[in-house]
């Protein structure tokens, strides 16, 4: 009785092994074509059956691109704009929640805190209007600085690091610290940040791919095409020359490279990130 | 006396310098690029401004404009269609197959971890790019199997239906966001103890009864970030239905957001004060949302304890 059971389990345990294997081709296969589709000519992506199997046609392809804007310039866009980011707010945000997570007495940090958690409800809807025309006062349109140094701010950063910091370090290590004669900044620097370095770089993998996937506030600061970022120059590639479809999946796969790339070197800290900020 | 309070205060203050130091940079860029635009959009919200001539004081006309205008009265219905299905098929699917992983299946955990996680590396603006190749009308891949399977070419125009725009939303935020539901449920549930099923499958109780009476409440916690942290998204939808329609909103305004009825307002009408009216319409539904999940997560927590 006892054996016909576990046998029963074990073949529903397959089963559903096997259906979610299904249900996860789904999720990839759009992906799985885009690859494909970026090698292969025009007329062979509207045969059917559509073909499933890498074709010879992707340095035409790639001349196709070169042909509306240089192929690697959105690329170069992106990076100049998400790694100064990235860098400044991983270091604003850790030093923040560094001051949070140790000075818990002084005066004004209950309030402050608050306040911190309380952005991570801000709809970014709110600012972008009055953010636009504060951008062009500055001289900041057509410019990276509107995506760099706003951006430095971030709540959830901050939150982050408070988190994690407040998690993995002692309060017998400032004491520590203290004892030795080092300054609250000092602290920071030679003691805290070697010690949190998996955090840092969770939230700099988070940082760097949504920056990567920006849309709006790029596209709400930046006019001239040769500043596009990837999202903005392949919505445009894809309006003006969206019949070249294998051109435009070959740009897209370019654009997707790099976030890929990133995923596989670091995935348990992307994940790390992800699951931070629901457990509390 | 208040002079000697005031003294030990200012030492305090001194005395936590490097507090302040260190939370400084944070919040003065807070201060200057987020607290003065939200301040200033409150003031554009009660003026009619093209951002040339002066800013012209007109109460709360721009409010009542948005909302006797028919395309936000479309806009909000078409934002709570989005929300509401791309939330309730997102978090389902995403809390099914969490469960299946975790239960039932054999081999491949980390596989399934990371598998639906790919999507969401995706921008949301390529994602559309992408889901717009398979759905053209002219040589889409949809349009071919559905030609090859009744025999006759077919053409349909699945991006230009006002039936279909909104579903194809949909399926592009579930595309993208079901893995990040996953992996919030899946570490939900390494927190539930194990010993609760083993005790439960002792006594012979079911599959489906485990599922609704132990492992849902148990995950609630889970469930309610997942779904505020879906709700906030939703409700400010930019990017996904932007792109699908090329900026137009669809075809009678059929795939049209509050997000983009704002960046439409602002950016292509100038009209900055009835734009800033509804990104003041769209905090109020954040706020409420909020209120409503903060209720909830105390209940449960209170719940707990008891």
């Known amino acids: 009785m006892r054996k016909l059971l576990a046998n029963r389990e074990r073949r529903f345990n397959l089963l559903v092994t096997v259906v979610l294997a299904l249900v996860s081709l789904l999720f990839i296969v759009p992906l799985y074509w885009t690859t494909v589709f970026a090698t292969r000519t025009l007329s062979e992506v509207f045969q059917f059956p559509p073909p499933l199997w890498y074709g010879g046609n992707i340095v035409q392809n790639y001349f196709n691109i070169a042909n509306v804007f240089p192929p690697f ?81 971030s709540g959830f950063g901050v939150v982050w690091m408070y988190t994690y910091i407040g998690s993995t370090i002692p309060r017998e290590l400032y004491e520590a610290a203290e004892m030795d004669g080092a300054k609250g900044l000092s602290t920071f620097f030679f003691v805290v940040l070697p010690i949190i370095r998996p955090g840092l770089a969770a939230l700099a993998v988070w940082t760097l ?27 445009m590639l894809s309006t003006t020359h969206y019949s070249d479809m294998p051109a435009v999946m ?16 670091l995935s348990r800290q992307f994940i790390a990130g992800l699951t931070s900020g629901a457990v509390k | ?31 200057v690029f987020s ?8 003031y554009l919200g009660f003026n009619r401004w093209d951002g040339f001539s002066d800013p012209q004081f007109v109460g709360f006309a721009n409010y009542a404009q948005a909302l006797r205008d028919p395309i936000f009265q479309k806009a909000i219905g078409n934002t709570v269609y989005l929300w509401f299905w791309s939330t309730l098929i997102t978090v389902g699917l995403a809390l099914g197959l969490a469960v299946l992983v975790n239960e039932y299946v054999v081999s491949g955990k980390t596989y399934f971890r990371m598998v639906f996680l790919l999507p969401l590396l995706v921008a949301p603006a390529i994602a559309a790019i992408i889901l717009r190749v398979f759905f053209t009308s002219n040589g889409g891949l949809v349009n071919l199997l559905s030609g090859a399977v009744t025999g006759t070419p077919s053409y349909f125009d699945w991006l230009g239906s006002e039936a279909w725009i909104k579903p194809l939303v949909v399926l592009l935020v579930v595309w993208r966001w079901t893995g990040w539901h996953m992996i919030i449920f899946l570490a939900g549930l390494q927190a539930i103890p194990r010993d609760i099923y083993e005790a439960a499958r002792m006594d012979g109780v079911g599959r489906w009864p485990i599922f609704s009476r132990i ?9 309610a970030f997942s779904i505020i942290t879906a709700t906030l998204g939703g409700l400010q939808m930019f990017d996904e239905p932007y792109v699908l329609t090329q900026g137009t909103g669809g075809t009678n305004n059929a795939a049209t957001t509050l997000g983009m009825y704002l960046y439409a307002t602002a950016f292509t009408q100038f009209n900055f004060g009835l734009g800033s009216a509804v990104s003041w319409y769209i905090f109020a539904a954040v706020v409420v949302f909020t209120v409503v999940y903060q209720v909830i997560v105390r209940r449960s927590q209170a719940g707990a304890a008891a």
């Open chain 1, 209 to 235: 791919i949504s920056t990567w996937n920006d849309f709006q506030l790029p596209l709400v600061v930046l006019a001239e095409g040769s500043q596009f970022t990837v999202p903005l120059a392949l919505t």
């Open chain 1, 250 to 265: 070959l740009a897209t796969l370019m654009g997707l490279v790099p976030v890929f790339v990133l995923f596989a070197l």
């Open chain 2, 215 to 223: 492992t849902v409440p148990l995950l609630l916690p889970s469930l």
């Open chain 2, 1 to 31: 006396m208040a002079q000697g309070r005031g003294g030990r205060s200012m030492l305090k203050i001194r005395r936590n310098g490097a507090f302040y130091a260190s939370i400084a940079p944070f919040f003065l860029i807070f201060l």
């Open chain 1, 73 to 153: 310039r959105p690329i170069w866009n992106s990076l100049v704009v998400a790694v100064p980011k990235t860098a400044g707010l991983v270091l604003v945000s850790a030093l923040a929640g560094y001051g949070f997570a140790r000075y818990t007495r002084a005066p004004g940090h209950r309030f402050l805190l608050v306040m911190t958690f309380a952005t991570l409800f801000f709809p970014p809807s709110l600012a972008l209007i009055p953010f636009f025309l504060q951008m062009s006062w500055f001289g900041w349109l057509n410019t990276f600085w509107p995506l760099i140094v706003p951006a430095l701010a």
């Open chain 2, 35 to 42: 607290v003065f635009p939200v301040a200033f959009s409150f």
